[in-house]
């Protein structure tokens, strides 16, 4: 699948939706993170904003019980977790298809983020991500570099969102 680039010529934020990548939410008391984190093979953060990367994995705790998880193959973990599930219990849910992927990159990308985001995202260090609102819409950012950000847009809010994204597109060019 290939990356789609929507049109933003010119644009002082290049936008591109991300091919869809195997996603699960993740829900697990405190105290048996660290076992179930070893049976999924996966380091499962304990602070909030932090991530985790490693075997075409990648683990952000969202809350202190829960975690977004994407896999390049989703289906070994759901069978160690399943394989887990009596003496650990928890919760495992692919959510692959509920959301859409932007990559923001670019010298104007915190500007364009602001326009929207009430949230102090420079103070988002990188390698960090967190769970925040773009106007009324519930969005994840993953924080990739000083001016490189993933974000995951629920698919039925993605119209809205990209509808924002050109007007603050706009805006940036016309120097407002």
């Known amino acids: 699948m290939t990356t789609q680039k929507h049109d933003f010529a010119t644009a002082p934020v290049l936008i591109e939706e991300l ?4 996603r699960l ?29 490693g075997d075409g994995r990648e683990a952000l705790c969202l809350g202190p019980d829960e975690w977004l998880i994407l896999a390049a193959d989703a289906a070994p973990l759901a069978d160690a977790a399943a394989a887990t599930r009596a003496q650990t219990p928890h919760s495992l849910t692919e959510i692959t298809d509920r959301e859409i992927t932007l990559r923001l990159s670019g010298p104007q990308v915190l500007d364009l983020l602001a326009t929207c985001c009430p949230r102090d995202i420079a ?26 950000f993933r974000m995951d847009i629920w698919r039925s809010f993605f119209p809205h969102v990209l509808n924002l994204i050109a007007q603050a597109q706009t805006e940036l060019k016309a120097g407002l």
């Open 25 to 53: 939410s993740l829900r697990v008391r405190a105290e048996r993170r660290a076992s179930l984190a070893a049976a999924l093979g996966i380091d499962l953060p304990a602070r909030i904003g932090d991530r985790a990367a």
């Open 19 to 22: 091919p869809a990548t195997p």
């Open 123 to 148: 103070a988002l260090a990188e390698g960090r991500g967190c769970r925040t609102v773009f106007d009324s819409a519930t969005v994840t950012l993953w924080r990739d570099g000083p001016d490189r």
